[in-house]
C-alpha cells in the first residue's frame, strides 16, 4: 500500500489479461512488478532500478517517514453507520475553506456501543476489541490509498502521470490484478489470513438487551458474493464458479485475548508481531459450497459444523493451541456423547414452534421502539406485514384452512395464526388510517453531516467544522395504505367491511381463537396465553378511549402502550377441550 507501484492495467494486459474496464488500475508487489518487468523485458532505468530495489526492501525509517507523510492530513472521527462499521469519505468539506483533508475516516458508533454492552462476557470483549482495531485497520488502507490519489509525488505512483491535474480519481487498484479492487479486504486477507467475522454483526446488538454469544473469526477473500457489488479482476476466476469450496476460520478467544496482552508484545520469542497472521493457528475450519443460480446470483450453502483442522507436521503452533484443542476435544466429547442426541430432539421442536421465526421476532422489537417514538408509519408496515402471514382477504373457507386442527393426520401444525393475531394487536394499538400514509426524500435537496473537532483536534490547530455527504443520499420513496378490515373469522363473516374501528381487530382475534377452538386445534400456551393477555389490556385501554372521545375521534387516537410481551419460550402444546371448555396439555406418545 505505501510502496507499490500503481499504473494503468492496460499497460500489462499481456500478462494479466483483459481489464475489467479500460480505466481500471493495478498495485502492483514487489514479486509481481519484478516478474512483469522481467516477462515484458523492459528496460530499466537506473532511477527505476533504484525505486525497484526501495520498494523491494524499505527500511524502518522509509516506511516511518512514508507512512506519515502519507497519512498527514488523514483525520478520524464517529458517525451512525447503518450498513457499515466504518467509512472512509473522501468527498469532505471544511467550513470557512482554512484546512483541507486527504479523508476522513468515520467508525461506527455500534462497534463502541458493543463494546460497552453490560452483557458480554471477558473473552467476547477482547473479540469486540480487536474486531474495532481491524476495521481501524482497514479504513486505514482506503486512508493510504486516498493519501496517493492527492498530493502524493511518489515515483510509484506512476498512473498519476497521465492524469490531467486537479481530476478525481475514484477508483480503488486491484491488487496484482486479482480478486476485487477493495484495499480494504485485500489487505485485511494480508494481514490476518481473511476478512474478520464478528457474528452477529454488532449494529444487531443493543445496550441493554440480551446480546447472543459472539463468534469470532476470518473468512476466505475474495468472497465470491462480492461480485453483486463490485466487478472481479476475472470473472471465470475459480472461486466464482457454481460449487467453488468457501471457507471460514472460527478463532478461540485465546487469540485476540493475546493481541491485548502486554505480555505478547514484550515476549522477545516473537520479534516480527505479524508473523504468521499475528502468531495466530487454523485451529478450525467451516466449510460450504457456492451455488449459482441461471440468472447468474449467487448464494451459499448451508454451512458445515465447525471441524478442528489438521495442522501439518511443520505448521508453527503456539502454547495456548495444545489447551485449546485439549478443551475442544472434551466438549466435543461432552457433546458426541451426550449433547447431540438431545440437542437434535429439542432443535426440531424449538424450529417448528413461533420462536423460531427470528426475523418477526426482530420486527416485534422494532415495532415496540417504533410504537415508543409515535412512529406511524413504521408501525403501520410492520403491523400490515404481521397481518398478512394468513390471507384473510379470500373468504372464511380459505381462512380457517390456514389456521391448526387436532393433527391427527399432521402433528406439526401451522402457527402463523399467532403472527397474525400479534398484528391484529398492533392495528389495534394503533389510530387508523384514512389515506396513505407517504414518507419521502425531497428530490434534488442535498443533506450533509457535521463533524465537530474534538478538543484534543482544536488544540492542535483543527478547528474548522467538517461536512460529509452520506452515500446513501438518493431520493427513498415509502408508503403505507388506509387502514382495511375484513371479516374471516366469523361464522357469518361479510368479506371486507368498510366502516370499522379499533375494537374490530380485536373482535377478530377473539373470533379467531374461537375458531381454533372448533378446530380443536394445536397451539403452543405460550403465546396463546400473550395475545389474551394482551388483548384483555388493550379492550379496557380502548375501552377509556371510546369513553373519552365520543363517536369516532377515539379511533384517530393511540393505545398508551404496546401491551404485547413476547413469552419466554415454552414447548408446552395445548388444545381445546369443549366438554371440560378448558384448555389442556397435548402430550404426544412415539
Keep these: 500500500m505505501l510502496f507499490g507501484c500503481v499504473d494503468y492495467w492496460e499497460n500489462y494486459k499481456d500478462v494479466l489479461g483483459e481489464p475489467p474496464s479500460s480505466q481500471d488500475i493495478v498495485l502492483l508487489s514487489y514479486k509481481r512488478e519484478e516478474f512483469i518487468r522481467n516477462f515484458l523485458q523492459v528496460p530499466l532505468t537506473r532511477a527505476m532500478a533504484r525505486a525497484m530495489r526501495r520498494r523491494a526492501n524499505p527500511s524502518a525509517a522509509d516506511m516511518e517517514s512514508r507512512l506519515t507523510n502519507v497519512l498527514s492530513r488523514q483525520i478520524w472521527g464517529f458517525a451512525i453507520h447503518h450498513h457499515a462499521h466504518a467509512v472512509t469519505d473522501p468527498g469532505i468539506k471544511v467550513g470557512g475553506g482554512r484546512r483541507t483533508y486527504s479523508s476522513l475516516i468515520t467508525i461506527s458508533i455500534d462497534k463502541i456501543q458493543a463494546i460497552l454492552n453490560p452483557d458480554l462476557t471477558l473473552s467476547e470483549r477482547c473479540m469486540a476489541q480487536v474486531d474495532l482495531t481491524i476495521a481501524m485497520v482497514h479504513e486505514l488502507m482506503h486512508g493510504i490509498w486516498e493519501g496517493r490519489v492527492k498530493n502524493d509525488d511518489y515515483e510509484g505512483n506512476v498512473w498519476k502521470k497521465t492524469i490531467p491535474e486537479g481530476s478525481p ?18 489487505m485485511e486477507k494480508l494481514f490476518f489470513g481473511g476478512v474478520v467475522e464478528l457474528k452477529p454483526i454488532v449494529s444487531e446488538m443493543e445496550v441493554g438487551r440480551d446480546a447472543p454469544t459472539l463468534m469470532f473469526g476470518f473468512r476466505d477473500w475474495p468472497n465470491p458474493l462480492y461480485a453483486s457489488i463490485q466487478t472481479p479482476a476475472n470473472g471465470s476466476a475459480h472461486y466464482l464458479q457454481d460449487g467453488a469450496l468457501v471457507q471460514v476460520y472460527p478463532v478461540s478467544s485465546s487469540w485476540p485475548s493475546k493481541l491485548l496482552a502486554e505480555s505478547f508484545w514484550n515476549d522477545q520469542n516473537y520479534p516480527n508481531k505479524s508473523d504468521n497472521f499475528f502468531h495466530r493457528s487454523p485451529l478450525f475450519t467451516s466449510t460450504t459450497r457456492l451455488r449459482v443460480a441461471q440468472n447468474n446470483q449467487r448464494h451459499l450453502s448451508r454451512w458445515t459444523r465447525v471441524r478442528a483442522s489438521h495442522l501439518r507436521d511443520n505448521a508453527v503452533r503456539y502454547p495456548e493451541d495444545e489447551d485449546v484443542m485439549g478443551d475442544w476435544n472434551d466438549q466435543n466429547n461432552l457433546w458426541v456423547h451426550i449433547r447431540a442426541p438431545w440437542y437434535r430432539e429439542a432443535s426440531e421442536e424449538w424450529r417448528l414452534s413461533p420462536w423460531s421465526s427470528t426475523d418477526k421476532r426482530h420486527h416485534l422489537v422494532l415495532f415496540g421502539d417504533y410504537f415508543a417514538r409515535k412512529h406511524h408509519q413504521e408501525c403501520a408496515r410492520i403491523s400490515e406485514s404481521f397481518i398478512s402471514s394468513v390471507d384473510w382477504t379470500s373468504g372464511r373457507r380459505a381462512y380457517a384452512v390456514q389456521m391448526p386442527d387436532d393433527g391427527r393426520e399432521d402433528a406439526n401444525q401451522p402457527q402463523d395464526w399467532v403472527w397474525h393475531c400479534i398484528g391484529l394487536l398492533m392495528a389495534a394499538s394503533l389510530p387508523l388510517r384514512g389515506r396513505t400514509l407517504y414518507e419521502t426524500s425531497k428530490p434534488g435537496r442535498e443533506w450533509t453531516i457535521e463533524h465537530a473537532p474534538s478538543e484534543t483536534a482544536s488544540a492542535a490547530g483543527h478547528y474548522g467544522m467538517i461536512y460529509t455527504t ?55 400456551q405460550g403465546f396463546l396465553t400473550a395475545i389474551i393477555n394482551a388483548k384483555r389490556s388493550l379492550d379496557a385501554d380502548r375501552g377509556r378511549l371510546v369513553a373519552c372521545y365520543p363517536g369516532r375521534g377515539h379511533t384517530q387516537r393511540w393505545a398508551s402502550e404496546w401491551h404485547f410481551k413476547l413469552p419466554e419460550y415454552d414447548p408446552t ?18
Design 169 to 186: 480519481w475514484r477508483t480503488e487498484p486491484y491488487l496484482d490484478g486479482e480478486g476485487f479492487n477493495e484495499c480494504g479486504y485485500y
Design 470 to 524: 452520506p452515500d446513501n443520499n438518493q431520493v427513498k420513496e415509502s408508503s403505507v395504505e388506509p387502514s382495511r378490515f375484513w371479516e374471516a373469522a366469523r361464522p357469518d363473516g361479510r368479506g371486507r367491511i368498510q366502516s370499522f374501528t379499533q375494537l374490530d381487530y380485536l373482535d377478530s382475534i377473539s373470533h379467531t381463537i374461537n375458531l381454533i377452538k372448533r378446530r380443536r386445534g394445536l397451539v403452543y
Design 573 to 590: 402444546i395445548v388444545s381445546y377441550h369443549p366438554e371440560r371448555g378448558l384448555w389442556g396439555r397435548v402430550v404426544f406418545h412415539e
